[in-house]
């Protein structure tokens, strides 16, 4: 039971570039979440998920895009790098949260840096 | 806007002594808080979550507290030791379903 899992762990991008930040998790949670951590701040959300083929806006969504095809896999794609994206990424899952006593259960992150 | 946020910053304490950590909230209807962990370069761990019907839960050396009236948490940790020192986050889940975090508290245990 690996729990939520991410890659990569580091990358730097130029102005511009592309790419996607991967997520999977093997708990068989319905919810997934992306956040961003900026030094010194805490977590804001930049998309949520509650199941396969249903994603949703968080916070911070400008610039990042997502799909959730299986239960397992939630990528978060940067279509065009700015500066302003350079932040920590963090991937999470859940069962539905609210009433529940449940947690998020957090991947190690992936260091993002846009030069 | 549901906020929720953390005072001090950072905190330094000498081992051995008995610390708390302070989270505040700005709207009382809330379904539960949660106190995580994260260690540098690392993800969040859970610690404790408290739900709206409950005012504190218990785990070995920690004690969370939550007052909704008051909007306040408290994060009790006993005899700190250097393992201890790592940034403390609390985060809210109000009627929306997703967690709201605080800024964190950094804290350091000096030996």
């Known amino acids: 039971n690996a729990g939520v899992t991410q890659t990569p762990k580091f990358r730097i991008l130029k102005i511009g570039q592309s790419m996607t930040l991967q997520c999977t998790q093997d708990m068989n949670h319905n919810y997934m979440y992306w956040y961003r951590q900026d030094p010194g701040m805490g977590l804001k959300l930049i998309y949520y998920s509650v199941g396969a083929g249903i994603t949703d806006k968080g916070e911070v969504p400008n610039g990042y895009n997502v799909s959730r095809s299986t239960t397992e896999d939630f990528p978060l794609r940067l279509e065009l790098a700015a500066p302003s994206q350079t932040s920590v990424y963090f991937c999470a899952s859940s069962y539905p949260l609210g009433l529940s006593t449940d947690t998020q259960y957090f991947g190690p992150g992936t260091r993002l840096t846009v030069l | 806007k549901q906020e929720v946020t953390q005072i001090p910053a950072a905190l330094s304490v000498p081992e051995g002594e008995n610390l708390v950590l302070n989270c505040s909230f700005t709207d009382s209807a809330i379904y539960n808080l949660q106190w995580f962990r994260q260690d540098p370069g690392k993800g969040l761990t859970s610690l404790l979550l408290?739900?709206?019907?409950?005012r504190e839960q218990t785990s070995g050396r920690l004690n969370a507290s939550l007052d909704k009236s008051s909007g306040r948490s408290t994060l009790y940790i006993a005899a700190s030791q250097p393992g201890d020192s790592a940034t403390y986050l609390c985060a809210a889940i109000f009627g929306n379903e997703k967690l709201t975090f605080g800024t964190g508290t950094r804290l350091t245990i000096i030996p």
């Open positions: 408290i739900q709206s019907s409950q």
